[in-house]
């Protein structure tokens, strides 16, 4: 083996194990946040003042609309791709079977 290839070999063990790291810590990390959610869950669920309630509910419709207008830009492409004999997963054939929830979803927000 040359030099230059054990000094790339080096370098690939070396971020393996970075990543590896990185992931045990996102594990530690998401275990302390499930213990915190065991506490939280035998906690009554805080009530949102009047000010939080509208907030949340009420999204920009604009920024609604022009999300929805995507979301059913990609399902007319998994709907054509799946048209043209490509098999399509799970999730995709989901998106495809709500493409009439989304197109009504769209009209009552053109309308108001």
Same mark, same amino acid.
Request: proline residues 4%.
């Given at each position: ?8 070999? +080096? &370098? ?7 990543? @590896? ?5 996102? /594990?530690? #990390? $998401? ?31 604009? +920024? &609604? ?7 059913? @830009? ?5 709907? /054509?791709? #799946? $048209? ?29």
């Amino acid at each position: 083996m040359s030099r230059s290839q054990k000094k790339n070999m +080096k &370098r690939k063990e070396k971020v393996t194990e970075e990543v @590896k790291d990185s992931w045990d810590a996102e /594990e530690e #990390e $998401e275990e302390s946040k499930s213990k915190a959610t065991e506490k939280d869950s035998k906690l009554p669920p805080p009530v949102p003042s009047a000010t939080e309630a509208t907030t949340t509910s009420t999204e920009d419709p604009a +920024k &609604r609309l022009r999300n929805l207008k995507k979301k059913l @830009k990609q399902t007319q492409q998994l709907k /054509e791709k #799946e $048209e043209g004999g490509a098999s399509l997963g799970d999730a995709e054939k989901e998106k495809v079977n709500k493409m009439s929830e989304l197109v009504d979803e769209i009209a009552k927000l053109e309308i108001s």
